[in-house]
């Protein structure tokens, strides 16, 4: 595998962790206040990180490359508001796509085809985690901060279900081997 890209797609499978470590700093945040609804959601979205970062991980040792492992940073751990938890979450968000964006850009300088094609998936997902937390946290600068609408949401967020990323194409290899 190419040297620079296996760097490339080292550094973001950390990252992806480090999404994940943000992510359930956050689920932390949200439970210390009650809003298990909130937290629900947001613990689902650290497994779509952990899931993230395994079929990247998947991917690189499918290439014959190798994974390292890099120190975590410590993420932040209080906020104000879910509202502030929002807003950092889409800025978190919006920087993921960034580097995504990087990464295909270093795919298309190096000629690596085949990671182009696998990090389009990253980057139709980025749309979805983007407009996501977007949309929550928009609804939310609306409610600001009323005790009513919060507690509507915190219903509402408790709906979401986890879809594993990796399921289908867990089962596909089943179906070959
Ligand atoms: Fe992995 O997409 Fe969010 O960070």
């Not at 509402?156 to 867990?170: G, I």
């Amino acid at each position: 595998m190419n040297q620079n890209i296996e760097k490339a797609l080292n550094a973001q499978i950390g990252f992806e962790l480090y999404s994940a470590y943000l992510y359930m700093a956050m689920t932390s945040y949200l439970k210390s206040i009650n809003l298990n609804g909130f937290a629900h959601w947001m613990e689902i979205q650290t497994k779509e990180e952990l899931a993230h970062a395994l079929k990247l991980f998947n991917y690189v040792t499918e290439r014959g490359g190798s994974v390292v492992f890099e120190t975590l940073k410590k993420p932040r751990n209080k906020w104000e508001s879910p509202t502030e938890v929002f807003k950092d979450a889409l800025e978190h968000e919006q920087i993921v796509t960034s580097k995504i964006h990087e990464i295909v850009d270093l795919a298309l300088k190096e000629k690596d085809h085949t990671t182009n094609a696998h990090m389009q998936w990253y980057l139709n997902e980025q749309v979805e985690e983007e407009s996501n937390v977007l949309g929550i946290y928009q609804q939310l600068k609306f409610a600001d901060n009323s005790p009513q609408a919060l507690l509507m949401f915190d219903r509402e967020l408790a709906q979401r279900v986890f879809v594993d990323p990796n399921a289908a194409t867990a089962a596909g290899q089943n179906k070959i081997n």
